[in-house]
């Protein structure tokens, strides 16, 4: 039995169906085609952005040009070979396209939570691509008129009580390109006291030996917020940082960069926890801190390079 306002979703968690559209992926989750009734569109991937989409029912043929950043479309050319470009606020969101002459050819503006008046780019909201009624943010989907997304953080409650938030109910000055995150995690120390502090990268396509990354040659293993073959909340106390998504090869690419240089040990001025937010805050990020900072209770069990207790 199949309804209209039926939403179904492959192995993966991958919406492949809604509202009348349905919806391919690649193993990277990288969305393949959008198809609607008997016209399918079909996209072609860079890396994490779609470069190319291509209609042959409707003609469609169009060429992408991205910033250095994430979800920074700049331009496009079309089947026809004409070139616009795209003018965005500071969010991110398209809200001009202009031709070769500099004259605006088309424009857009959004409320709050992203819902778009006028414009049919297939870039919009905060950069990212439409999805039928709904903005595609990589790893789920986000429905502007709820403010939420549609199906639930992938890492459950270790993403917050609320499953479907969309930045962290702050859109006006956050936004989160892959409905994911890096997150700040504590456990004990190797020799008992205080708490070690590392970072964590939970997006799904991450190999698992370059998910977590902190100070110290024992860093590198841990868990994340949860434990291998075991369910959320099984591992390490973490906190979210907020409007991470979409910076995280920044910060773990900071991370990873100084864990190969030689630093003095020296807390509180030079420790793991100093580590960790010097990284988020390069990135132009509040760091959220470690629970249970350096010395305050214990946060966790010790926990090995092979994730057990």
Not at 214 to 222: A, I, V, Y
Request: net charge negative; glycine share 16%.
């Amino acid at each position: 039995m199949t309804s209209p306002n039926m939403y179904t979703w492959d192995y993966a968690g991958r919406l492949t169906s809604a509202l009348g559209n349905s919806f391919t992926y690649d193993y990277l989750g990288r969305r393949t085609t959008s198809a609607v009734g008997n016209t399918t569109t079909r996209y072609i991937s860079f890396e994490q952005h779609t470069v190319s989409e291509r209609n042959t029912t409707l003609g469609v043929s169009t060429d992408y040009v991205f910033g250095p950043g994430i979800d920074e479309p700049l331009a496009k050319r079309t089947a026809d070979g004409a070139i616009s470009y795209y003018g965005a606020d500071g969010l991110g969101s398209v809200v001009l396209v202009t031709d070769a002459n500099a004259s605006v050819t088309g424009s857009a503006a959004y409320d709050p939570w992203g819902t778009r008046g006028g414009g049919s780019e297939l870039f919009g909201y905060t950069g990212r691509e439409s999805g039928g009624p709904f903005w595609f943010y990589r790893a789920r989907y986000y429905d502007s008129g709820s403010g939420r997304f549609i199906s639930e953080d992938p890492i459950g409650f270790d993403g917050g009580r609320n499953y479907y938030a969309y930045a962290n109910g702050n859109p006006v000055l956050l936004r989160d390109p892959f409905g994911l995150a890096v997150w700040i995690c504590s456990r004990k120390t190797v020799i008992g006291w205080g708490n070690h502090a590392y970072l964590w990268d939970d997006r799904r396509d991450t190999l698992p030996d370059q998910r977590s990354c902190g100070r110290g040659n024992n860093s590198g293993h841990e868990t994340g917020p949860q434990a291998p073959g075991m369910g959320p909340g099984s591992g390490d106390q973490c906190n979210k940082v907020a409007g991470s998504g979409g910076h995280e090869d920044d910060i773990m690419g900071c991370c990873r960069t100084n864990h190969d240089k030689t630093h003095f040990f020296l807390p509180p001025f030079n420790d793991c926890q100093t580590y960790v937010d010097d990284c988020v805050e390069k990135a132009n990020l509040k760091s959220p801190g470690a629970p249970g900072g350096r010395v305050g209770p214990p946060c966790c069990a010790i926990r090995t390079p092979g994730g057990r207790p």
